[in-house]
């Protein structure tokens, strides 16, 4: 890969696109999609550390979390990642979500070892937080959230099994999971056919979940109840048309919220800026097929993962957690 990140200053690609006025006080249109590091395979998954001034995300064909930050550029932070296996597995073996939890660690959706791991940061002790639901081996869990309770809520699609959906070694439907904090795993959705990424309303009281599907790519919105059940969602926000019209490919994937409620989702063209009222706003252009992105700095530097390249964006809003 590419030590883009050590270059001062850093090339740039894409563009940001005004849909509505409103999007001028989120980001300027003049911004620059910055590439910090290109030479992956697909990057996923990317992740703020706080006290470091760091930034951790996987590239799951590769089955490695790098890690990044603006003095030392890129360096291996974990690998293998999310398959510990003998002989090669599927084309996505690797590490996909990562959070970091409210104990300070580093928390996995693994595609290869079919769970959600944690971990410490600054040493080992990888420890299985689930790997199957009623004595059922999960598929690839994709992505996560974590509740300030303490329950984290995730998906599992089949991206990561070596057939996909056709794989002999399936054992579940695709579908949204609760953990709760004392580890009982729940269904908390499962009218999804390719749940993907998932993010919280700043009140807590809406689950945004993504679907990667060709044919219904909608970003869906499920009041949370009070037990921490999911009531039943609706379209929040339908990319199929921007999809099905073109030219800009890519489905929706992992997103991010602000303090005032927008949603920076990944999806056809980059990522799309949707307000919460459901409206779209504006789009960061990369052009590129684009998996996830996340806060970093002091909030309002959003990281992008697209395809084989890190990106970042400086914005004008500032994102949940800062």
Known sequence: MSAISAQVPYPTLGKITQFDPALKTLISTDAKIEVLASGYIWTEGPVWLKESNSLLFSDVPANTIYHWNENEGIKVFLKPS???????????????????????????????????????????????????????????????????SGTYYFT?????????????????????????????????????VRP???????????????????????YMAYPVKPDGTLEKGSVFFDATPILKEGPFSGLPDGMKIDKKGNLFATGPGGVLIISPEGKLLGRIETGLGTANCAWGNDGSTLYITAKNYLCRVRTLTKGIGF
């Open 156 to 192: 599992d699609p089949p991206y990561g099994l070596p057939n996909k959906q056709d794989d002999a070694s399936r054992e579940l439907d695709f579908g949204v999971y609760r953990i709760a904090t004392d580890g009982k795993v729940t269904l908390v959705a499962n009218d999804l």
């Open 196 to 218: 993907n990424g998932l993010a919280f309303s700043p009140d807590e009281k809406t689950l945004y979940v993504a679907q990667s599907d060709n044919d219904r790519a909608i």
């Open 82 to 148: 999310g398959y510990t296996g003998l002989g090669p597995y599927s084309e996505e073996p690797g590490s996909n979500g990562l959070i970091i939890n409210q104990k300070g660690e580093l928390v996995a959706c693994e595609h290869g070892d079919r769970r959600v791991s944690a971990m410490p940061l600054t040493s080992g002790g990888k420890r299985t937080l689930v790997d199957n639901f009623q004595g059922k081996r999960f598929n690839s869990p994709n992505d996560i959230v974590q509740h300030s």
